[in-house]
């Protein structure tokens, strides 16, 4: 192979370098607007007491959900202005955290107020399932399931506030109880799912993910 061989072959290996590399940081800006985004359409949902936790990150509200939809008709500002709420509303209270939503979601476009709309219709319906099926449980399941309801109806808690509270009721409670309540398909913080990948702390994924994702309760 001659110089101008060799030369060329390494200018397309660096080219070819420099596209994975920008590809790779690509999907990892859009994977963090996506997480971002994820939890701001949760936090739009918020009913004054969201229960259920059906579906979580990319399946349920990711990008093959409502979520791409609405987050693509954001504009920019509306964005930044997302995730600023987001990150400083880690620390207030939920009352205040769901007011701070409720006011960006009464500045959308009519169109996506709609869809919120709809999709809180949605999760009402859940939460009623939810609770149909813990009334066909023995009393000490219908017991944790009541005392992990009434920490997420206490609004004046942060949300890490709450999630170490309901570790502490789950982790206390008698693993069989746990275990009734995750073999009927009740969806309850904490509880986490067979598999292990909604739940807090050793429940299923980190205490630090789990709680980014788990802003619905």
Known sequence: ????????????????????????????????LWITMNALLVLLLLAPVALARPGHGHGHHGKHGPLGEIFDQLTDAQKEEAKKLFESGRDLPKAEQKKQFEAFEAKLSPELQQKIKEHKAKWEQKKQENDEKVKSLSEKAQQLFGEIKNVLKDESLTRKQEHEKIDQIVKGADKSVVEELKKAGVHAPGLGHRGGRHGHGKHGKGSKESREESQEE
Not at 2 to 19: A, L
């Open 1 to 32: 192979m001659g110089r101008w061989g060799i030369t060329n072959r390494v200018f397309k290996q660096n080219y070819d370098f420099e596209r994975l590399r920008k590809r790779g940081r690509s999907l990892r800006t859009k994977r963090l």
